[in-house]
């Protein structure tokens, strides 16, 4: 059990990650007030039959007094880009009615920062820390929630100038009492990093299984082998969670798929084995890729000895 940085918790969407997190809270900090909202009835329905949380509410209005309840309160923005935007902007005015000795806290857990994090700036400039956890599955809803769904994976936190520094903390103690690990990560960099090591990948996994849809799909996946199986996963991602992702951060996105067009025409001349016009062979490529899984196995290796 982790020390309660907070004392109520505020869920709005939940779905896989926000039921994961409501799940996850109340496993790891006992006597937290839970409550979630979100448009269904039923998901509602669920998250109280399962005791995943304490009250729930369709919407803003349906929690809004509550919000000033409790000496520290967290709310996190779970639902999608778009939405958690809007939800911003209703709930700032909310948030700054809170006590001044009443510690309301707002996050979120988008895939892109840059947008919510001005926004955040703008509306909320103390009492606003964009956040990612790293983390996901590849099926949707509160249904495939698990409180193990952050164990052992990093939590990334966008704070800015304006940033109080104990609510980074408490932030922080909450995030580490869920199993995962905070890291701090300024929004330009953080969508900047995640178009190569997740938004390209996912997009990467629907133009491969798009391709193999031109080709006798059927036939196909019955030769496939291990391979693939991360790709078909990672396919299997919604596009209510990912069209938006791409739309804002279109512009990095851009920069990658301009990169990997240019690195794909490097590589198609050395398949024969041949060595090309200025040395490189497949095997130079083989090479490097062997580096950067070496590399990834002993970050994991010094990041697994380290205390969550």
Request: aromatic share 6%.
């Amino acid at each position: 059990m982790a020390n309660r940085p907070f004392t109520h918790l505020t869920v709005f969407g939940l779905g896989l990650i926000g039921g994961s997190l409501a799940m996850a809270a109340r496993e790891r900090f006992p006597g937290l007030h839970i409550q979630g909202v979100d448009p269904s009835a039923e998901t509602l329905q669920f998250a109280l039959k399962h005791q995943i949380i304490d009250k729930a509410g369709l919407n803003l209005s349906d929690v809004e007094a509550s919000l000033q309840n409790g000496e520290s309160h967290l709310v996190i923005l779970a639902a999608h880009l778009p939405q958690n935007l809007e939800i911003l902007q209703k709930l700032a005015p909310v948030a700054l009615k809170a006590p001044k000795d009443q510690s309301l806290l707002v996050t979120d857990i988008g895939s892109c920062k840059r947008q919510i994090c001005d926004r955040g700036r703008e509306l909320l400039p103390t009492r606003f820390i964009a956040g990612h956890p790293m983390a996901g599955r590849e099926h949707s809803g509160i249904e495939a929630a698990t409180a193990l769904l952050f164990t052992g994976k990093a939590y990334l936190l966008c704070p800015h100038e304006e940033t109080d520094s104990e609510e980074l903390e408490r932030l922080k103690t909450f995030i580490q009492g869920l199993g995962a690990n905070p890291r701090l990560i300024d929004a330009e960099r953080h969508d900047r990093y995640m178009a190569y090591v997740s938004h390209l990948p996912q997009l990467y996994s629907i133009l491969l299984t798009n391709l193999l849809y031109r080709h006798e799909p059927g036939h196909l996946l019955a030769y496939h082998g291990g391979g693939l199986d991360d790709q078909l996963r990672l396919a299997a991602s919604p596009y209510p969670m990912w069209g938006p992702i791409f739309d804002f951060n279109r512009d990095n996105m851009a920069q990658v798929l301009t990169e990997l067009r240019d690195i794909i025409d490097e590589v198609i001349p050395l398949l024969s084995g041949e060595p090309g016009e200025n040395g490189e062979t497949l095997q130079n490529w083989f090479a490097r890729s062997n580096q950067i899984y070496q590399q990834f196995q002993a970050l994991r290796a010094t990041r697994a000895m380290q205390p969550s």
